[in-house]
């Protein structure tokens, strides 16, 4: 397959220098395009976008140096480098120049072996820059990562002392609790034996009956084992969040390791419940998986990631389906929602650095980049259906043992 052919876009009125130019440049195997003053020229770079630009300085109209500095005003041209070409080689007008935003001259008459040559070095400048470019967003890319994994292991080191900090006095509470129930239910038979024993007099028994009418002793028997039932349950919730950050973050294993990933589905939805709750029902179809060698915080991370943005596609009320199962020595979890759906173009980009569909401030664009590599670190791979109004599916595949995968 031939390279693409660079552009370049020569700017003069004098058709003779045009001619020699086009001729020659074509010969090298450069694409030609002209203009004949700067108002063409602007819209010219703006429809093409050329590689590079040829531009004379004196023209009718807007002359080459306004010309210049109304390309360098807009962020799709701006990157273009421009080399003048001029006859005024005082210094005053070479600077006025490259305050303009050229990147080099050359003096009429043109040498086209001259011309040529700086071409050749300022088009190798901007593959340059380019690739710089391209590093520094790579780079930017890791170096996110690595906050999101510090932050993982913070995360991490945050549940290990939560759960310990908040299980200690879980334990006191619910002890108390189950004593408090003891002594009460004690006191309500000595109210009943009271009751008893004063039945032989018909005086006792009115004051005892209207002393526990007062005190309404029915309705709090009654309503003291609702309380009871209803603290217990609250005590239970604090314990399985506690669990779940637990389960969640895995602080005291980073390493591969077989691991339920039910377990870790169940303790991350405890996680998210929040995001969730007034957004979506969840609803799960869980198969037969095995245990799965895998580092389980890092995916848990993953199920995390996806089941949030499964909440954040639903705009009012929808559904969040969770399916596992297994094929040979594969696993598999879809996580689909009924939220707006995706097109063709925006799927092909998911997955990159940076790359989202929300508004400004809202997410980094990073969830999906790190759930991807998270995903292909333990030799698995993500797939996407997605269609608009319909609705998105993710999901990931992962081999049950690591040697398994491809």
């Not at 932050?151 to 290990?160: D, E, F, H, R, V």
């Not at 399916?323 to 063709?344: C, L, P, S």
């Amino acid at each position: 397959m031939k390279p693409e052919r660079q552009t370049i876009l020569i700017v003069d009125d004098v058709p003779a220098n045009i001619g020699v130019l086009v001729d020659f440049l074509e010969e090298k195997q450069f694409r030609v395009l002209v203009a004949r003053d700067g108002e063409e020229a602007l819209a010219r770079c703006q429809l093409v976008k050329p590689d590079l630009v040829l531009l004379d300085v004196m023209m009718p109209g807007i002359d080459g140096l306004e010309t210049c500095r109304r390309l360098k005003q807009h962020s799709e041209t701006v990157h273009i480098p421009v080399i003048f070409m001029t006859a005024m080689t005082d210094s005053d007008n070479v600077v006025a120049a490259f305050e303009a935003g050229g990147v080099d001259y050359v003096t009429k008459p043109i040498r086209i072996t001259e011309v040529l040559a700086r071409i050749h070095t300022h088009l190798a400048l901007r593959e340059m820059h380019r690739q710089l470019s391209a590093q520094n967003t790579l780079l930017q890319a890791t170096n996110d990562r690595l906050l999101q994994a510090e932050k993982m292991a913070s995360i991490g080191q945050l549940a290990a002392g939560v759960a310990h900090e908040i299980n200690n006095p879980i334990g006191f509470v619910n002890c108390n609790l189950g004593n408090l129930q003891t002594y009460v239910t004690t006191l309500f038979g000595v109210i009943d034996d009271f009751q008893q024993a004063a039945a032989a007099t018909r005086a006792v028994a009115a004051r005892m009956a209207e002393l526990k009418e007062a005190a309404e002793v029915d309705f709090i028997r009654h309503d003291f084992a609702a309380l009871m039932d209803e603290s217990r349950d609250g005590l239970q919730r604090v314990k399985d969040i506690v669990q779940a950050l637990k389960d969640f973050a895995h602080a005291d294993n980073a390493n591969t390791a077989s691991a339920d990933l039910h377990q870790g589905l169940d303790s991350t939805l405890h996680i998210v419940s929040s995001e969730i709750r007034n957004k979506a029902d969840v609803v799960k179809e869980y198969g037969d998986l095995p245990p799965v060698e895998c580092v389980a915080s890092q995916l848990n991370q993953v199920f995390m990631n996806l089941l949030v943005n499964a909440a954040h596609a639903i705009a009012v009320k929808g559904v969040i389906t969770i399916r596992t199962g297994r094929a040979g020595q594969w696993v598999w979890i879809e996580i689909g929602d009924t939220g707006a759906g995706m097109d063709a173009e925006t799927i092909q980009r998911i997955f990159e650095p940076f790359f989202t569909t929300k508004p400004i401030g809202i997410g980094t664009g990073l969830g999906l980049s790190v759930s991807y590599g998270i995903v292909k670190r333990h030799g698995g791979r993500i797939d996407v259906h997605s269609e608009l109004g319909t609705g998105s599916q993710f999901t990931v595949h992962l081999p049950i043992h690591r040697e398994a995968s491809p």
